[in-house]
């Protein structure tokens, strides 16, 4: 959705003519980090042909103004994965990713993970934390940055098991708790 005018009353959808297409990702997610005017997106899955999938593990960048993608080869890319969340994080500005799927086998019980990381935009840095309390491993949970920290919900461990357990992460203690 764009509008160039905020008094709009007309809410439409437009696609944007994007001068650098990337390949479809399935399943990926994305978040907006306001401080650096970027969405970044990570992850996802690939279709290469007719009931084939491949699990990505790269990390872009997509620039509003000037409508363009660019791959942005991190260190310490957390290693591929689908399903997952990535959610900016209010009190810093960084991304936070959780759990996913790391492999697309086995339907409909694919592995999923419990990691944490922190994309870290201006130095262009991942870093896997270690909260002294987690989620279970899961893949399709939502999460949302919020004033108190990022609220995870939902999601499981494989396609016919999901939870509505609700999470809440603190950055500045690296940690996760149980909302009861």
Same mark, same amino acid.
């Given at each position: 959705? @764009? ?8 809410v439409t959808w437009t696609e944007l003519a994007v ?18 005017? @970027?969405?970044? *997106? ?8 007719? =009931? ?5 593990? =790269? ?8 409508? #363009?993608?660019? *791959?942005? %080869? ?11 969340? *990535?959610?900016?994080?209010? /009190? ?8 996913? #799927?790391t492999a697309h086998e086995n339907y409909p019980h694919?592995? #999923?993970?419990? %990691? ?5 935009? /201006? /130095? ?21 940055? #919020?004033?108190?920290?990022? *609220? ?6 494989? @396609? ?21």
């Amino acid at each position: 959705y @764009r509008t160039d005018d905020p008094a709009a009353t007309a809410v439409t959808w437009t696609e944007l003519a994007v001068k650098n297409p990337i390949t479809p990702h399935h399943f990926a997610d994305m978040a907006y980090v306001p401080e650096a005017d @970027r969405i970044i *997106l990570f992850g996802g899955l690939a279709s290469p042909g007719e =009931d084939q999938w491949t699990v990505l593990g =790269d990390t872009w960048s997509f620039d509003y103004n000037t409508l #363009t993608w660019t *791959l942005l %080869e991190p260190a310490g890319a957390p290693t591929p994965r689908a399903y997952h969340t *990535l959610t900016c994080d209010p /009190a810093g500005g960084d991304l936070i990713l959780f759990g996913g #799927t790391t492999a697309h086998e086995n339907y409909p019980h694919e592995p #999923t993970t419990d %990691e944490t990381w922190r994309y870290d935009i /201006a /130095a262009n840095t991942w870093l896997q934390l270690s909260p002294t309390s987690s989620p279970s491993s899961r893949a399709r949970h939502q999460a949302i940055g #919020t004033p108190v920290g990022l *609220l995870l919900f939902g999601g499981g461990d494989d @396609r016919e098991r999901n939870g509505n357990d609700t999470w809440l992460f603190s950055s500045a203690e690296v940690t996760w708790r149980l909302i009861p």
